[in-house]
């Protein structure tokens, strides 16, 4: 299971930095300028709603924030990633301390060989969307934004991207 997490990790840590190089690549006009990315706009459900939504940015991409065990951590949504992959920072704030996992799994990420410590989060909730016992990795170094993968996405009735939003059905 950990191997398939490690690969879903590098094809995902791969298409981020992918994603980078074309930001940069814009029409030169803001070559010098970094790209801020734009918040996402997370709505609730209703309580009679059967789904929850995260709006697209205006980066393209869906950002979502959400209660991880309790704390808010703010995730890229990556369909191409095998499980939720969390910075250091990220993890610390959570209560993990990162000097002191076991960096026992080697994903390959964009900016090369990363160490990853594996790890389960109680629970992950979404605008209302919520899975527990979530496998995440954690990684050493690299990754500058917490990745939400499949080993969330997965455990969801079903998801759907369109043109303006996630889908998201508990």
Wanted: glycine residues 8%.
């Amino acid at each position: 299971m950990i191997r398939v997490l490690a690969i879903g990790c590098i094809a995902a840590l791969s298409a981020i930095g992918a994603a980078r190089t074309i930001a940069s690549l814009d029409d030169g006009a803001h070559a010098a300028t970094p790209v801020l990315l734009a918040e996402a706009a997370i709505s609730a459900p209703t309580p009679a709603a059967t789904t929850a939504q995260v709006s697209k940015s205006a980066d393209g991409h869906y950002w979502a924030e959400a209660m991880v065990d309790g704390k808010v951590v703010r995730f890229l949504v990556d369909t191409g990633a095998t499980a939720v992959a969390l910075t250091a920072d990220d993890a610390r704030r959570l209560g993990y301390n990162p000097a002191g996992l076991d960096y026992r799994h080697e994903v390959i990420t964009a900016e090369g060989r990363v160490k990853a410590a594996a790890v389960q989060l109680r629970s992950i909730s979404i605008a209302g969307a919520r899975v527990d016992n979530v496998d995440a990795l954690i990684l050493e170094r690299g990754l500058h934004t917490s990745l939400l993968g499949m080993s969330y996405l997965g455990k969801l009735q079903s998801f759907e991207a369109t043109r303006t939003s996630l889908i998201l059905k508990p």
